[in-house]
């Protein structure tokens, strides 16, 4: 079977949103998957909840290319248009907003923070997306798909900015003014409100007059490109004058761009649900006529204490005051592989309830999971450096190259960690771990059910750790420690390593993808030469070797490597 068609064999199904329903998951162009989230705005550190979305999101990411998929996951960064009211369409640019306050250019402020979201992301292990547009970077193509909404009838020009006509979208009218007997055209397709549920005649009889409606038909109406006004510092030219484009424009324009005018998931926050995706979809309607992803995905809400993060609640807690422990409500630091942990114990579409307790209570969890994972580890120790040796193989191939692909140890673990049918259950024991091994794969394909996943894996753990599994036969114990291994480290990005980095956490980049494995590696043979196993540490020193890689044993520290 071609290794790419894997994921015909995983039944994988999504809660789509938009249906408010599980969906089997078919890709428009398998193997390749196209995935959108929402980035940040960068003006802040990040926190709590910017975690908690790229935790979700990263795991969905691992588990497509997992099960074989070629997986484009494009996530924004947002640096410039997002304003103080979106709603209103009012106040400062936040960026903007900050850098006045700092006294610094905006582009400063966007750097500043996007350098503290990527280093914040890393220590939790989640890996970079395939592309990271950035707004300001594409408002050349955001004018564009302005344009082709203005043709379409679904949007007008007052003083100097363009709005999205939701009267006309709701209606069904386009530039023709024209109203079919269902009121949809191509223009329309799905209403607005289908995708959070609101129903747009509440939704207007409820809208007050805000500030600067006066520009606009509707106070619903949002807007596609601003008019700046002379105290405005970020600004672009446009055929209707000096302005900046709308903070909903930009998700458009940047998932359509990457990834074609339909794509396969888009995802963001809860919070993002109204009106940011559903303004999404009625521009991508009146730009392209149709849909923009098939399937809609939402992670819920983080809450402190039960209550909504605030800083006027004085519980809003930034990273990296949680891996200090310098917020009055730690009592002392945690790491950041505890906080994935934490987060992975609930499913993305609940609530996190984030407490001191919780987070003591997950750490218990965690070590008990990385426990496990050391013992998997030793049994496939060859294996991991059999990992080493061909990946070293592969660096020296591509340093006489200009260019070359990238390893992806995600889907190469995936290629190699069995399904239950292939564990061989000759007796109690081998149906016992065939049964968690399924249960596993079964949690996972399950709209990524990481809570039952970890469930799943520690009762695995509790098998493979009686008596009658040293007698096992060695495809049932090596079958058992590869789902535990490829579970831990590349579906949910946990590692023993609480410093967060990528490497250790199966990063996409070659170097640093060797490295971790070499960290690993040396781990290993350390506990087999502590176990008095010299037959096992010679060999994969020895192995190493023959790849061009030397081990130093020092007295006086750790072992290091080096190329021969």
């Given at each position: 079977?071609?290794?790419?068609?894997?994921?015909n064999?995983?039944p994988?199904?999504?809660y789509?949103?938009?249906?408010?329903?599980?969906?089997?998951?078919?890709?428009?162009?398998?193997?390749?998957?196209?995935?959108?989230?929402c980035?940040?705005?960068?003006?802040?550190?990040?926190?709590?909840?910017?975690?908690?979305?790229?935790?979700?999101?990263?795991?969905?990411?691992?588990?497509?290319?997992?099960?074989?998929?070629?997986?484009?996951?494009?996530?924004?960064?947002?640096?410039?248009?997002?304003?103080?009211?979106?709603?209103?369409?009012?106040?400062?640019?936040?960026?903007?907003?900050?850098?006045?306050?700092?006294?610094?250019?905006?582009?400063?402020i966007?750097?500043?923070?996007?350098?503290?979201?990527?280093?914040?992301m890393?220590?939790?292990?989640c890996?970079?997306?395939?592309?990271?547009?950035?707004?300001?970077?594409?408002?050349?193509?955001?004018?564009?798909?302005?344009?082709?909404?203005?043709e379409?009838?679904?949007?007008?020009?007052?003083?100097?900015?363009?709005?999205?006509?939701?009267?006309?979208?709701?209606?069904?009218?386009?530039?023709?003014?024209?109203?079919?007997?269902?009121?949809?055209?191509?223009?329309?397709?799905t209403?607005?409100?289908?995708?959070?549920?609101?129903?747009?005649?509440?939704?207007?009889?409820?809208?007050?007059?805000?500030?600067?409606?006066?520009?606009?038909?509707?106070?619903?109406?949002?807007?596609?490109?601003?008019?700046a006004?002379?105290?405005?510092?970020?600004?672009?030219?446009?055929?209707?004058?000096?302005?900046?484009?709308?903070?909903?424009?930009?998700?458009?324009?940047m998932?359509?761009?990457?990834?074609g005018?339909?794509f396969?998931?888009?995802?963001?926050?809860?919070?993002?649900?109204?009106?940011?995706?559903?303004?999404?979809?009625?521009?991508?309607?009146?730009?392209?006529?149709?849909?923009?992803?098939?399937?809609?995905m939402?992670?819920?809400m983080?809450?402190?204490?039960?209550?909504?993060?605030?800083?006027?609640?004085?519980?809003?807690?930034?990273?990296?005051?949680?891996?200090?422990?310098?917020?009055?409500?730690?009592?002392?630091?945690?790491?950041?592989?505890?906080?994935?942990?934490?987060?992975?114990?609930?499913?993305?579409?609940?609530?996190?309830?984030?407490?001191?307790?919780?987070?003591?209570?997950?750490?218990?969890?965690?070590?008990?999971?990385?426990g496990?994972?050391?013992?998997?580890?030793?049994?496939?120790?060859?294996?991991?450096?059999?990992?080493?040796?061909?990946?070293?193989?592969?660096?020296?191939?591509?340093?006489?190259?200009?260019?070359?692909?990238?390893?992806?140890?995600?889907?190469?673990?995936?290629?190699?960690?069995?399904?239950?049918?292939?564990?061989?259950?000759?007796?109690?024991?081998?149906?016992?771990?065939?049964?968690?091994?399924?249960?596993?794969?079964?949690?996972?394909?399950?709209?990524?059910?990481?809570?039952?996943?970890?469930?799943?894996?520690?009762?695995?753990?509790?098998?493979?750790?009686?008596?009658?599994h040293?007698?096992?036969?060695?495809?049932?114990?090596r079958?058992?420690?590869?789902?535990?291994?490829?579970?831990?480290?590349?579906?949910?990005?946990?590692?023993?390593?609480?410093?967060?980095?990528?490497?250790?956490?199966?990063g996409?980049?070659?170097?640093?993808?060797?490295?971790?494995?070499?960290?690993?590696?040396?781990?290993?043979?350390?506990?087999?030469?502590?176990?008095?196993?010299?037959?096992t540490?010679?060999?994969?020193?020895?192995?190493?070797?023959?790849?061009?890689?030397?081990?130093?044993?020092?007295?006086?520290?750790?072992?290091?490597?080096?190329y021969?």
């Amino acid at each position: 079977m071609d290794e790419t068609a894997r994921y015909n064999n995983v039944p994988l199904t999504i809660y789509n949103s938009l249906h408010r329903t599980a969906e089997r998951f078919e890709a428009l162009e398998p193997p390749f998957v196209g995935m959108y989230v929402c980035g940040p705005t960068v003006y802040s550190d990040p926190h709590l909840g910017h975690a908690r979305t790229a935790v979700a999101f990263d795991t969905v990411f691992r588990f497509l290319r997992f099960i074989g998929y070629r997986v484009r996951y494009v996530r924004n960064i947002t640096d410039v248009g997002h304003l103080e009211d979106e709603q209103a369409g009012a106040g400062e640019d936040k960026i903007a907003k900050r850098a006045r306050l700092e006294r610094v250019e905006p582009m400063e402020i966007v750097q500043q923070y996007t350098l503290s979201y990527h280093d914040g992301m890393q220590r939790l292990g989640c890996e970079p997306p395939s592309i990271e547009p950035r707004a300001s970077g594409h408002v050349i193509e955001q004018i564009e798909v302005v344009e082709q909404i203005l043709e379409s009838g679904l949007a007008y020009e007052s003083n100097g900015s363009i709005y999205f006509d939701l009267e006309a979208y709701v209606a069904g009218t386009g530039a023709s003014g024209d109203t079919t007997a269902s009121g949809d055209t191509a223009a329309a397709g799905t209403s607005y409100g289908q995708l959070s549920g609101k129903v747009f005649d509440d939704l207007r009889s409820n809208t007050r007059a805000t500030a600067g409606s006066g520009e606009k038909r509707s106070a619903l109406d949002f807007a596609l490109w601003k008019r700046a006004e002379p105290e405005h510092i970020m600004r672009w030219r446009s055929p209707w004058g000096d302005g900046f484009p709308g903070w909903h424009l930009e998700c458009t324009t940047m998932s359509t761009r990457y990834l074609g005018e339909t794509f396969d998931i888009h995802g963001g926050g809860l919070d993002l649900q109204f009106p940011h995706h559903e303004a999404e979809i009625a521009q991508s309607h009146g730009a392209f006529g149709c849909d923009p992803a098939r399937y809609w995905m939402h992670s819920n809400m983080l809450t402190v204490d039960g209550q909504k993060m605030a800083k006027s609640l004085g519980n809003f807690i930034t990273l990296e005051e949680m891996f200090t422990g310098a917020h009055p409500r730690l009592d002392r630091a945690f790491g950041p592989m505890v906080l994935r942990f934490f987060m992975l114990q609930s499913h993305y579409r609940s609530t996190i309830d984030f407490s001191g307790a919780a987070l003591e209570a997950a750490e218990k969890g965690y070590r008990r999971l990385m426990g496990g994972l050391r013992q998997a580890e030793q049994v496939l120790a060859e294996e991991i450096a059999d990992e080493a040796v061909a990946l070293a193989e592969r660096r020296g191939a591509l340093a006489r190259t200009p260019t070359g692909p990238k390893d992806d140890p995600v889907a190469q673990s995936g290629a190699v960690v069995p399904r239950a049918d292939s564990v061989p259950a000759e007796d109690g024991h081998g149906q016992a771990v065939g049964d968690a091994i399924a249960a596993c794969w079964n949690a996972m394909a399950d709209d990524f059910h990481t809570p039952r996943t970890i469930a799943a894996l520690f009762d695995l753990l509790k098998i493979v750790q009686r008596p009658e599994h040293a007698d096992a036969t060695p495809d049932v114990r090596r079958g058992a420690a590869r789902v535990i291994r490829g579970f831990t480290r590349f579906v949910l990005g946990l590692h023993p390593d609480e410093d967060g980095a990528a490497a250790s956490s199966g990063g996409t980049g070659g170097d640093e993808t060797l490295n971790g494995v070499m960290d690993l590696v040396i781990e290993l043979r350390a506990a087999a030469r502590q176990n008095r196993d010299f037959e096992t540490a010679d060999r994969i020193r020895d192995r190493l070797a023959a790849a061009g890689i030397r081990l130093e044993d020092r007295k006086d520290g750790p072992t290091t490597w080096t190329y021969a």
